[in-house]
């Protein structure tokens, strides 16, 4: 079974600090992996992606993750935050391939992340 | 709008009163989704359709749930009896099989349902 842990559960930044949000999942395959962010009552955005290929990937919004596969961690940063960042960010990994499981997400708890102006 | 679409946005029903929800994936998606996601959590999922086969059921789907994907297009989630602790933002994703297995959901707007 899959399972995700964000080990953040409520961040306070101010305007302009650098953000890093933590995310590792368990699975024992090979997995695809999302960071989604839900604004306040909004519905969920996909932020990034990584599917293969080179670990660093970026998103919208000037948004970044690295994928270390050592680890099970796929960790989400951002140099530079902005007071219009203020939302819930998730982390959600899915089996990649063909099986049955393929596509089913499974999220983490989620990070409320406050920017202060 | 191409993306997904969610009927009704809002539900607010008594106890013991039966809902109904609707998705509408996008069209050339052939899997779809259905996840609840109560306050403070992550979407938790529910079950899954492969065109119009239901193929997984997860242990949070009791007995008075209930979902269908007659034509393998759109989709309806069902709660029959409904319970205070139903209440939550259920959420529908769809998703095109790709051999490549690069398996990316969609989301819909979700419908939020408050069980008086």
């Known amino acids: 079974a899959q399972s995700v842990s964000q080990h953040n559960h409520h961040v306070i930044l101010s305007e302009a600090a650098s953000l890093e949000l933590g995310c590792n999942y368990s699975?024992?395959?090979?997995?695809?992996l999302f960071w989604y962010v839900q604004y306040p009552g909004q519905h969920l955005q996909l932020l990034l992606k990584?599917?293969?290929?080179?670990?660093l990937v970026k998103g919208i919004k000037g948004f970044e993750a690295e994928f270390i596969k050592s680890k099970f961690s796929f960790n989400l940063r951002k140099p530079s935050v902005q007071w219009s960042d203020t939302a819930e960010y998730f982390c959600?990994?899915?089996?990649?391939?063909?099986?049955?499981?393929?596509?089913?997400?499974?999220f983490g708890d989620g990070t409320t992340l406050t920017v202060k102006p | 709008d191409t993306g997904v679409s969610q009927d009704p946005r809002h539900k607010i029903t008594k106890r013991g009163q039966n809902v109904t929800f609707r998705c509408d994936p996008i069209?050339?998606?052939?899997?779809l989704y259905w996840y609840r996601q109560t306050l403070g959590q992550g979407p938790e999922f529910l079950t899954y359709?492969?065109?119009?086969?239901?193929?997984?059921k997860s242990r949070l789907l009791s007995d008075r749930f209930s979902a269908e994907r007659p034509k393998g297009s759109f989709s309806t989630l069902e709660i029959q009896r409904t319970e205070q602790g139903d209440s939550a933002m259920y959420l529908c994703?769809?998703?095109?099989?790709?051999?490549?297995?690069?398996?990316?959901?969609?989301f819909g707007p979700g419908t939020r349902l408050t069980v008086l």
């Open positions: 359709f492969q065109n119009e086969a239901q193929l997984e």
């Open positions: 990584y599917f293969s290929g080179d670990p």
């Open positions: 069209s050339e998606h052939n899997r």
């Open positions: 959600a990994v899915n089996p990649r391939g063909l099986n049955t499981n393929a596509g089913k997400s499974t």
């Open positions: 994703a769809s998703s095109l099989e790709v051999l490549a297995g690069n398996n990316e959901q969609f």
């Open positions: 699975y024992g395959g090979t997995v695809n």
